[in-house]
């Protein structure tokens, strides 16, 4: 599994409590700052039509999902999913 979260470094309390809740559980992440990166920024708002950070994308087993915002029960569903293919391992 892979996810990516594609947010803003500095004032985006949903951005912050998104990493927060993937750290707390030990689910690693690959951080990518919209701010900074201009492909991202037009990744997230021109192929994937969003306008709020954070936007998480995770793939598992060949298939893509995402969504943006602060969802905690999409990060807890991705961290059920991470810890089920850990098991499987």
Not at 30 to 40: F, G
Request: proline share 6%; aromatic share 8%; hydrophobic share 40%.
């Amino acid at each position: 599994m892979t996810i990516t979260i594609y947010m803003k470094p500095a004032g985006c309390f949903g951005c912050d409590k998104t990493k927060a809740l993937f750290t707390a559980q030990g689910v690693p992440f690959v951080e990518v700052d919209i701010t900074t990166n201009e492909a991202a920024l037009e990744y997230i708002t021109e192929e994937l039509q969003y306008a709020q950070a954070p936007v998480v994308v995770y793939e598992i087993d060949g298939s893509i999902d995402h969504w943006s915002g602060l969802n905690p029960p999409r990060i807890n569903q991705v961290i059920a999913l991470e810890a089920t293919q850990h098991l499987s391992l």
